[in-house]
């Protein structure tokens, strides 16, 4: 009985501030769409904290993530059609007929 | 007006168009999951219009498209009574820089008495499969448009997909994000004995199909200047007939429960799965890359699985050799309706004894060398390079019993009564052998 009283009573305390008047509702939302809008801005103006010339290593062949598409998309094959798993490799799929 | 308005004004047009085209996508589609994504859709349009148009309107600097190249590739898979071997060869070209095209032809030509086949009592088998794809892609800005289409054909089976993509560098080229769509329709026969030659036939009784779409997004970042991830979901959901038409169960024999007998499973006929991939390679300072990616899987079905890999790769010095070394760990979980040995016929509604539905670890190790030998142009070639990889899979299943034990003579010493065989593994060698040309 006294848990019962104690989650009424703490129903019935809800903090003033979670009822928003409806000018408190128009305030918030305008706040979001402000920062929203500040996050895209701010999304726009994103320096590159890699610069173009620091790319050399990334730009190296062996650091391709797919170096031999012919390959992988045979090695996607072989594990597709011998496991339950499938989708997520990077590849647009096909026709597996595999049964 | 001035060349960046009417950059501008072409950014917005496509922005909308790419919008657009997405939503075409999701309406165009009649499963459940893709009327909730296209309810979902429509009621995100304006966000997938603003998002499109920023993405979009971002572009300053021109993207890139893959490089001109062609391979001819030879492969080979043996393990568990299966060979499977053929060719695939794949040229890529540009045009004008805008334009990208590709076509891949790839067979398989199977012989099979894996032990399916030899539960079932039947003998071993050969089959073809071609598979033909086309596709194109169209830069303009930073943004990459793509459509293919695939056709897969097995006197038994045909596959048709068509893609859709879409994606775009952002941040000084730091991100690149993508989403794609495709379709699939699959068309699934059978083949019977021909009383008249002997042969098989395809059965004229027995059609079936199934429709699938592919749901994708996925964002590659530069993390730093030795550090490149990739992160990338997929939803895939199929509808139809998903049996394998020549699959059994087997079940308890009424009048023999040392012994088994056989009958077609029953497969439910949607399901639904989601992929999640996260992939890094990181360039090690004396000229050699590590690479690590984990998959998470889940589906409708009751499967999970895992995939965990790890890769090395190291070019040698300054000669013309580049050497991999990788392996992979999967590990997955059954489907709710797998079973080994069912107690009777028709014992639930669906009933599966496949292996790949069942629990099962395996594990694969590859090693693989290239050698450029056209390093610094021959004629129209600008790179040409031997490639040499061979992977070792070991599968070890543990709710797959080898059921060819239970089916010798009760005489034999090597017999084991019905669902106490020794559970089923088996190695797979799978080799590829591949030459490459940039021109």
Redesign the interface.
Known sequence: MAKYAKRERSTNMRPTAYRHPPAACAQLRGALALAALLALSACGNIEPWVKPYEREALADPIMSFDPHPISTAYTHHVFEAREGARGALGSAGGGCGCN | MTGDRLQATGDSKNAAVAADLLLLVFARCASPVARRLKRLACSLRPVACSLSL?LVS?SVFGGVLPDDRA?A?Y?R?EGGGVTIHGP?V?VRKKMAEKYSISA?Y?MDMVTSASIDVETSGASEYKEE?K?Y?F?FDYLRGKTTY?L?Y?????N??????F?F?ISQDL????TTISM?F?K?A?V?MRTISDPGSGGRIVDPSFEQDIDRW?Y?V?V?Q?L???L?A?L?????TDEGYLN????TYRFVRPDDERKFALATEIYPRTRT?????L?A?Y?LSY???L?GGY?F?T?T?G?R?D?YSLGY?H?LGNTPW?FEVSYRF?D?SK?DFYRDLFDRADQQNFMARDK??STFK?HTLRIGASYEFVRNGQGFIKKASA?A?F?R?S?DYEDFRDARFSMLDDSDPEFRPAGSEPLYSFDAN?I?I?V?AWF
Do not use: C, M
């Not at chain 2, 038994?156 to 997909?161: L, R, S």
């Not at chain 2, 941040?171 to 730091?174: P, T």
């Not at chain 2, 799965?273 to 991939?277: C, M």
């Open positions: 920023f971002s391979d590739l492969h898979y695939s794949l891949n790839y499969r598979q794809s596709s793509s293919s695939t056709n897969s054909e097995e038994d089976y045909e596959a048709e997909t893609s993509g941040f000084g080229d730091l794609g495709s699939g699959d699934v592919s994708r996925g590659s530069i730093t200047k030795n490149i990739a990338e979901l997929e939803v895939i394998n038409p020549y699959r799965s989601n992929a999640v991939a992939n390679k360039f000229r050699a890359a690479q998959r899987f589906d079905w499967i699985a995939t790769t070019p580049v999967y997955q489907a790949e539905l395996s490639n990889f992977d899979i599968f799978v590829q591949f490459s």
